[in-house]
């Protein structure tokens, strides 16, 4: 009985800072440094079972459970928005359990957790971008063995990745794969970005924030150092092109930032606004300061 | 027996007397290879060399070894005893027992090629035949897609495959058609030697002429040397400069290919030979 109050005092003593055990964390690290120093190679790790299902960011979590400090300010979206259900309950999950600071401001954050989409503000040095990886690995669906694709990626032989770039052409004239789009880290590993849209992907080139990716279900974690040279691939004569919905955002007239396309009545109507809630509102403020 | 005997031991040394004046520019030679399948004997001590531009035939029946020391020879299986040597592009000479992976797997998609029996083996079944003949390109670093289609579209020409099939997926085509495929894209790297095993089994005999045909020509006009694994001696026949005969991992007899045809010395040649059914 005595026990029991104690713990309803300390709400969050009856977990270790940020869920995870320190010896569970130590290893993460050092899979996270291992990665940091071969950019694009997927690192094993013994990923741990999390209180929720595979498929909603055990990886991410993971990851940033490894990474976070006490004083870290913490940002989580999904598909770019703060406000949706993976993105509440991964933030409230670390206010919980690490009873650390949040925020939706891009620019205020030193670490943002990610499901399919890189922030639209441009990232700054010290920062961290954790992604949420379902198939860490960019040959999967060509080649399903496995001992063959670390083979593959041993011996950089990768002509059948490019093998599905030219079915595309092929296909529909223009590559059509639009996310999760295969990029080469530091010019050496082909690699997944998970599946942020391709319109991100320039992003990755050379940013100044260090990017990790964990899958959970796959035990798998990658990272890219920042300023690192991230090349989407593609042919000479069907260059890389980043692709967006050419509208603009009903909400905020933005025209440069990734959109989502939204039914908007039963007859089909429809409309786009940004998926970066964060950017949306920061635009929509500089527009009524602009109108003042 | 005695005359049987002796006739083979001169062939033998006939064999070996040519094997010295060749090894000046040989292209491929394997010196003593065995295979062992724990007790069982895959192949024991096979020595074979191929010149630029030959073709060789490696008959046998089922179980005698021929596919084993097919694999053994292109890199699939690791050999036992024996060495395997490539005079390379650049006239270096490479072993293959001795030589790292990745440089092995180089030189199986650049310099060699092999043709597998089931084309469902050799092909991606779900992609293009555009893409199939394409990927040895990319794999050696082709990145323009109109040079890649381009070659693509050549190739299907040159097997007999209507260029609009281009964007079709092999599981589309006949037997045939794929086993052309499979050809196109083997050959479309102008690899230096070739692999076939058993390239026209499970194929009618009208289809199996076309190929055969188509082949002859091919490796004749791109001057690519082959070795061609059959049960078949009207394809070794048709296709060989020389041919080596095997039984229970062993080869019996070698020679040219119309010498060990028309007056085969051992006892099993002289029975596969006399069981061709005559039309």
């Known amino acids: 009985m005595n026990e029991m109050s104690k713990n309803e005092n300390l709400d969050i003593q009856i977990y270790n800072f940020a869920y995870l055990d320190e010896n569970t964390k130590r290893m993460i690290r050092r899979a996270l440094l291992k990665a940091l120093c071969i950019p694009g190679y997927q690192v094993p790790f013994s990923s741990r079972e999390m209180p929720m299902p595979y498929g909603w960011g055990t990886g991410g979590i993971q990851v940033t459970s490894a990474c976070l400090i006490p004083k870290d300010i913490l940002k989580v979206i999904d598909q770019g928005a703060d406000d949706t259900t993976n993105a509440v309950s991964i933030r409230k999950f670390f ?33 961290i971008l954790v992604y949420q990886v379902p198939i860490p690995e960019p040959l999967r669906f060509l080649e399903p063995r496995e001992t063959e694709t670390r083979k593959m990626h041993a011996l950089s032989e990768y002509g059948l990745m490019y093998v599905k770039l030219y079915e595309d052409i092929a296909k529909h004239g223009h ?12 010019g050496n590993y082909v690699t997944d970005p998970s599946p942020i849209p391709k319109f991100d992907n320039p992003k990755m080139n050379n940013s100044p924030a260090i990017q990790l990716f964990g899958a959970g279900r796959e035990q ?40 989502d396309e939204i039914i908007v009545s039963d007859d089909g109507k429809r409309s786009y606004i940004c998926s970066d809630t964060d950017y949306c509102k920061e635009q929509t403020k500089l527009n009524s300061k602009k109108e003042d | ?82 060495d395997i040597f490539l005079n390379d592009k650049s006239k270096t000479i490479l072993n293959f027992t001795k030589i790292s992976e990745p440089k092995l797997r180089l030189i199986q998609r650049s310099d060699l090629a092999f043709v597998h029996q089931n084309p469902r083996d050799g092909l991606r079944m779900n992609i293009s035949a555009g893409g199939n003949i394409g990927e040895r390109l990319m794999a050696i670093g082709h990145r323009n897609y109109g040079e890649i289609r381009e070659i693509a579209a050549n190739w299907l020409e040159k097997v007999e495959i209507d260029v609009s099939r281009i964007d079709d997926k092999p599981s ?3 037997g045939g058609m794929q086993q052309r495929l499979q050809i196109a894209r083997n050959l479309v790297t102008r690899p230096r030697l070739i692999f076939m ?83």
Do not use: W
Not at chain 1, 109 to 123: C, F, M, N, V, Y
């Open chain 1, 95 to 127: 206010q919980k359990t690490a009873n650390v600071a949040v925020t939706e401001k891009t620019s205020d954050a030193s670490l943002i957790q990610t499901r399919h989409r890189i922030p639209e503000t441009k990232l700054k040095e010290k920062q």
């Open chain 1, 175 to 186: 590559i059509e794969t639009a996310y999760a789009y295969p990029v080469k880290t530091n």
């Open chain 1, 220 to 259: 798998r974690i990658y990272a890219i150092p920042p300023y690192t040279n991230v090349k989407s691939l593609d042919f000479e004569d069907y260059p890389f092109e980043a692709m967006k919905a050419n509208f603009k955002c009903s909400i905020c007239g933005s025209s440069d930032s990734y959109l």
């Open chain 2, 1 to 82: 027996m005695f005359r049987h005997r002796l006739l083979q031991r001169t062939n033998q040394i006939k064999f070996k007397k040519r094997r010295l004046i060749m090894k000046q520019n040989f292209l491929f030679q394997a010196s003593n290879i065995s295979k062992y399948y724990g007790q069982n004997i895959g192949c024991k001590n096979v020595s074979l060399d191929i010149n630029p531009g030959e073709v060789l035939g490696i008959v046998g029946e089922s179980g005698s070894g021929k596919s084993t020391l097919l694999n053994c020879i292109y890199g699939n299986l690791e050999v036992d005893e024996g």
């Open chain 2, 172 to 174: 589309t085509f006949s």
């Open chain 2, 197 to 279: 095993d058993e390239p026209t089994g499970g194929l009618d005999v009208s289809v199996q002429a076309k190929i055969l045909d188509l082949l002859r020509n091919l490796v004749r006009e791109l001057g690519i040397a082959a070795v061609i694994v059959t049960h078949d001696l009207a394809v070794v026949r048709l296709l060989a400069d020389r041919i080596i005969v095997m039984q229970n991992g062993n080869v019996i007899e070698a020679g040219l290919c119309d010498q060990v045809l028309d007056d085969p010395q051992h006892k099993y040649s002289q029975l596969l030979v006399s069981s061709v059914l005559q039309v």
